[in-house]
Nanobody, 114 residues
């Protein structure tokens, strides 16, 4: 089982970034997919999740209106489009799956700084 995140990097405040998480080794389509993040020196926090592609996603208040989670079951991939990024969005971003088991990716770092 693997969850591989990509798309992190350095971005200026107000900028955008799209994270991807590609899954393998388990049945992706029925799995609930979630993005978490862990800011430096803080606890890991929930960001957004999505069940089926047609279902309504859920967002933390801190990212609502700026972040969009989506999934492509044909590609076994979940995305996190992040717009209007703020310095407080700086964190390691992790992908998480709940299916027959629970799985975590290794994370991708997003740094928002001028």
């Amino acid at each position: 089982v693997r969850l591989v995140e990509s798309g992190g990097g350095l971005v200026q405040p107000g900028g955008s970034r799209r994270l991807s998480c590609t899954a393998s080794g388990f049945t992706f389509s029925p799995s609930v997919m979630t993005w978490y993040r862990q800011p430096p020196g803080k606890e890991r926090e929930w960001v957004a999740n999505i069940a089926r592609p047609s279902s309504s996603p859920n967002y933390a208040d801190s990212v609502k209106g700026r972040f969009t989670i989506s999934r492509d079951n044909a590609k076994n991939t979940v995305y996190l489009q992040m717009n209007n990024l703020k310095p407080e969005d700086t964190a390691m971003y992790y992908c998480h799956a709940i299916g027959r088991g629970t799985y975590w990716g290794q994370g991708t770092q997003v740094t928002v700084s001028s």
